[in-house]
C-alpha cells in the first residue's frame, strides 16, 4: 500500500478526527438555530430586544465631582438620564432619526446646553434614544431603528416622536430623559407610556445643541415617573426668573375637551376636583369654562382660518383652526430649516413621516404673518384668562394609541382631537405638564395642566402638591373595577398592600403610597397599612404625613414597634428629638435588642446633651 492510502486509512480511523467532525456539524446546527431564532425575534414573536429598544446609542457623560463647601451642592447626584436622537453631543453624530440624516452630518464639536446643564448638577447620561424621523411623527415608529416597546401597555405603539425616552422612563432604565416637544413630542409618548412630563414655556429652557424642527414651536422638555425628579430637573434646568408664583390657585376645567374624550369623567375631572379638596390649603374653588368659545371670543384673527361651511360649532371650529394654524407654522419652518437637505438627499423616509415632510417642503401660503399674529393673540388671551395663579386643565390625549404593527393609520377624527389639545400649550407657548391618570380599557390615560407663560416653577409646584392627592383619587375611582382576587382567603384590600410593598421593594414611593391608601379606604382598621405608608412618606420627605399615619397606626395597635421607629425618626428628621427619643424607647420597650432603636437612642442623647 502507498503512502497516500495508508494516510487515508489512519485518518478513518483516529477516534480525534470524529471528535472533530462532530464539534463542526455540532456548530453549524447551533449557528443555524441561532439564526432561525433571530428570524423568530425580527418578525416579533419571542422576547423584547434589550433596553426595550429605546436606545440608539448606548454611551456615558459622567458629571464633574461634587464641590467642596461652600459651594453649592449637586442638585442631581446619582440620577441616569438619556436624550432623544436630535441633542447634539460632542464627538458624536446626532441622528435626527434618520440614517440618511446620519450619514450626510458630522459629528458635533459641542454638547447641547441642556445636557451639559444637567451634567454640571451631578447628573449622569447613559444614552440617546429613538425617535421618529426628523420629529415628525406622533407614533413612535421608526422605520430604520423599529419601534420601542410600551412598557406600560406591550401591545400599543409608545406614541411619538420622543418614543424612546418615554419608553427608557417608564422602563425605569433611567430617571428621567429629555426630548423635543414640538406639537405633543413629549406629551403624546408620556400619556401613552403612563409617566409624568414637563413642557416649559417657549424659549425659557436653551434649545442650543438641539435640530430643530419648527424654531417657534420646538421646546425641551423632560420625563420622569416621580414628581420630585420633575421638579429637580425643573430647578437645574429653569432660569431663575422662571420663579413660583404666590397666591392660592384656582383650575380651570376645559368642559369641551373632555366632551370630546370617550373616559367617563369619574376617571378625569372628578379625581382631580376630588383630589384638590383633600388638600388643606393652597387652592380655590375651580372653574369651569368652554376653551372653544374662548378662544373663538379672544383671538380675532384666528377667524380667516375657520371653515366657512363647518357644521361644527363655533368652538369646536375655533379648536380646529388653531390647531391648524399650528400645523402651517410647523410646516412654514420646517421648510425653511430643511428644505434643501430633503431635496438634496432625498432620504428614505417612512410612510407617515414622508407625508408631513411632503406637506412641509411643498408648503406655498404667503399669509405667514398671519400665522405669528395668532400665536401672539393666542398667549395674551391664554395669560388673561389664567392671569398668575390660573391652571387649565385638560386631557392630554383624545384616545388608545394604535396596535403595534398595525396597518391601520391614525384616524382623521382622532388627529384632530390630538391635534387640538396638544395645540393649547404648542401654539401659545405656555408650558404644560401632563400626569397619568391610571388606566382605562387596560390603556394608560393621563391629563394635563396649562399655566400662563412664564409661570413654570408655579406649576411645577403645584403638581407636586397635588400628586399624592390625584394618586389617592385614582384608586378611589378604579375601586369598582379592581380585577377579582382569585385567592379566597386574601381580600383586596391585602392586595394592595402587597401591591404596595413590591412598589416600594422598587423605590416606586409614590405608586406605594397609592397602593397604600387604596388599602386603607377599603379597611382603616388595618395598622399595618398606615405603618407602611409612613415608611413610603418617610422616603419621600413627608415627614408630618408619615408622624400622622404612625399616630393612627399606634391607635389601632399600641404594641407596633415599627410604628414608634417611624414616628420617632419623622420626629428626629424635623429635629425634635425628645419626643423622638421616648417613641425609640416605647420601641425598646417592647423589644429591647433591637438594633435600629438602641441606635437612634445613642445618637439622639448625643443631640440632647
Not at 433571530?38 to 423584547?48: F, I, N, T
Not at 388606566?439 to 397635588?466: E, Q, T, W, Y
Not at 409612613?534 to 415599627?562: H, I, M, P, S, T
Request: hydrophobic share 40%; charged share 20%; proline share 6%.
Amino acid at each position: 500500500m502507498d503512502s497516500s492510502a495508508r494516510s487515508g486509512a489512519t485518518g478513518s480511523s483516529n477516534p480525534r478526527a470524529w471528535i472533530v467532525a462532530g464539534v463542526a456539524v455540532a456548530g453549524v446546527i447551533v449557528l443555524a438555530e441561532v439564526a432561525r431564532r433571530r428570524r423568530r425575534w425580527l418578525r416579533g414573536k419571542s422576547s423584547p430586544p434589550p433596553y426595550s429598544g429605546a436606545f440608539c446609542d448606548r454611551l456615558e457623560l459622567a458629571p464633574p465631582p461634587q464641590p467642596p463647601p461652600p459651594a453649592a451642592r449637586q442638585q442631581l447626584p446619582d440620577l441616569t438620564f438619556a436624550v432623544s436622537d436630535n441633542f447634539e453631543i460632542e464627538g458624536y453624530v446626532a441622528g435626527f432619526g434618520n440614517p440618511d440624516w446620519k450619514r450626510t452630518h458630522k459629528a458635533a464639536s459641542h454638547t447641547a446646553a441642556a445636557v451639559k446643564a444637567l451634567l454640571k448638577q451631578g447628573a449622569t447620561c447613559v444614552g440617546r434614544t429613538v425617535m421618529d424621523e426628523l420629529g415628525f411623527g406622533v407614533t413612535g415608529e421608526n422605520l430604520h431603528c423599529g419601534t420601542p416597546i410600551n412598557p406600560a401597555s406591550p401591545s400599543v405603539v409608545p406614541g411619538g416622536s420622543c418614543s424612546g425616552s418615554a419608553v427608557a422612563v417608564s422602563a425605569q432604565l433611567v430617571e428621567f430623559a429629555l426630548g423635543t416637544d414640538t406639537t405633543g413630542d413629549l406629551r403624546i409618548p408620556a400619556s401613552f407610556c403612563g409617566v409624568l412630563c414637563f413642557r416649559p414655556s417657549h424659549g425659557v429652557v436653551s434649545t442650543l445643541g438641539t435640530l430643530p424642527n419648527s424654531h417657534s414651536l420646538d421646546t425641551i422638555g423632560w420625563l420622569a415617573r416621580d414628581p420630585h425628579i420633575l421638579s429637580r430637573v425643573g430647578d437645574a434646568l429653569l432660569p431663575a426668573a422662571a420663579c413660583g408664583l404666590k397666591g392660592k390657585r384656582q383650575l380651570v376645567f376645559a368642559d369641551d375637551c373632555f366632551e370630546l374624550l370617550k373616559i367617563p369623567n369619574q376617571k378625569t375631572v372628578d379625581v382631580i376636583e376630588n383630589a384638590v379638596r383633600t388638600l388643606p390649603y393652597g387652592f380655590q374653588p375651580p372653574k369651569h369654562i368652554n376653551i372653544g368659545q374662548y378662544i373663538s371670543s379672544n383671538v380675532p384673527s384666528l377667524k380667516e382660518f375657520c371653515e366657512p361651511s363647518t357644521k361644527l360649532q363655533e368652538g369646536k371650529s375655533a379648536l380646529k383652526a388653531l390647531c391648524t394654524v399650528m400645523l402651517l407654522l410647523q410646516r412654514y419652518e420646517f421648510k425653511a430649516n430643511h428644505e434643501d437637505w430633503v431635496n438634496t438627499v432625498k432620504p428614505k423616509l417612512g410612510l407617515e413621516v414622508s407625508t408631513r415632510v411632503l406637506q412641509a417642503v411643498n408648503f406655498t401660503d404667503d399669509n405667514i404673518k398671519s400665522l405669528y399674529i395668532v400665536r401672539t393673540e393666542w398667549r395674551a388671551a391664554l395669560k388673561n384668562l389664567l392671569k398668575d395663579t390660573g391652571i387649565l386643565v385638560l386631557p392630554t390625549m383624545a384616545g388608545h394609541p394604535l396596535k403595534r404593527n398595525s396597518k391601520q393609520r391614525l384616524s382623521s377624527e382622532f388627529e384632530d382631537k390630538m391635534y387640538a389639545f396638544v395645540s393649547i400649550a404648542a401654539l401659545s407657548g405656555c408650558c404644560q405638564a401632563t400626569v397619568p391618570l391610571g388606566n382605562h380599557n387596560d390603556h394608560p390615560i393621563s391629563i394635563s395642566f396649562v399655566a400662563a407663560h412664564g409661570s413654570d416653577k408655579f406649576l411645577l409646584r403645584a403638581i407636586l402638591d397635588m400628586y399624592s392627592a390625584i394618586q389617592e383619587q385614582i384608586v378611589l375611582a378604579s375601586k369598582l373595577a379592581l380585577p377579582p382576587v382569585i385567592d379566597r382567603d386574601v381580600d383586596t384590600s391585602e392586595l394592595l398592600k402587597e401591591k404596595g410593598n413590591n412598589s416600594f421593594k422598587r423605590k416606586q414611593w409614590s405608586k406605594a403610597i397609592e397602593f397604600y391608601s387604596g388599602a386603607i379606604k377599603l379597611n382603616d382598621t388595618n395598622a399595618t397599612y398606615y405603618c407602611n405608608r409612613a415608611a413610603a412618606y418617610l422616603e419621600l420627605g413627608r415627614f408630618k404625613q408619615a408622624e400622622a399615619d404612625c399616630d393612627q397606626a399606634l391607635l389601632l395597635d399600641k404594641k407596633n414597634v415599627k410604628a414608634y421607629l417611624r414616628r420617632g425618626t419623622a420626629k428626629e428628621s424635623v429635629l425634635n428629638y425628645q419626643e423622638a427619643l421616648q417613641d425609640f424607647r416605647h420601641a425598646l420597650a417592647l423589644e429591647p435588642q433591637n438594633r435600629t432603636a438602641l441606635a437612634a437612642e445613642k445618637r439622639l442623647q448625643k443631640h440632647l446633651r
